[in-house]
């Protein structure tokens, strides 16, 4: 068995504590939208920056403990299964495809990976729910997942450049 380094154990913590954070303060401010469920997702700048930063498996760990300390800390359990659906099919597809986009084309990569996040998790509402009719929520996803995942993209692209152009993170 591999083992991981303190350090990026040690980086990937400190993102998860960021991440958690982010997730815990953006619960608390209001829908921007009348519409259940569609929110910035501010979180998952950290997500795709540790994909960036640390790889596959450091980033699904950041993830995993965001979503489930999130879910506990704002008592909101089932968000553990709509977070982790759709935060799972995202990852698991900017995972296959990352090295594709280069860094200066994050944010496309986090559309994409936004909108599967939001049928990732209608799949799930319409399993847990048996409403097969909430399909005609789709579009509305779509529209904000693109919306929402150019946002944390760009964000996300604007800060590896940042850390890359300051010697912090290697190209």
Do not use: D
Not at 71 to 91: D, F, K, N, R
Not at 121 to 138: R, S
């Amino acid at each position: 068995m591999r083992s991981i380094p303190i350090k990026k154990i040690t980086f990937a913590a400190v993102l998860t504590a960021i991440a958690l954070t982010i997730f815990i303060i953006e619960a608390r401010i209001p829908a921007l939208l009348p519409i259940p469920g569609i929110k910035l997702g501010l979180s998952n700048i950290v997500t795709l920056f540790a994909l960036y930063a640390l790889g596959p498996a450091m980033a699904l760990y950041v993830l995993v403990c965001r979503v489930v300390l999130g879910a506990l800390v704002t008592g909101q359990p089932m968000a553990i299964l709509y977070s982790l659906s759709g935060g799972l099919a995202a990852l698991g597809f900017s995972t296959l495809m990352y090295r594709k986009f280069p860094p200066n084309q994050v944010w496309v990569l986090s559309v994409l990976a936004a909108v599967l996040h939001n049928l990732g998790q209608i799949a799930v509402a319409i399993l847990i729910t048996h409403t097969a009719g909430l399909v005609m929520y789709i579009p509305v996803l779509i529209v904000s997942g693109i919306v929402a995942g150019a946002f944390t993209g760009v964000a996300a692209q604007a800060l590896l450049h940042k850390l890359t152009q300051n010697g912090l993170m290697k190209p």
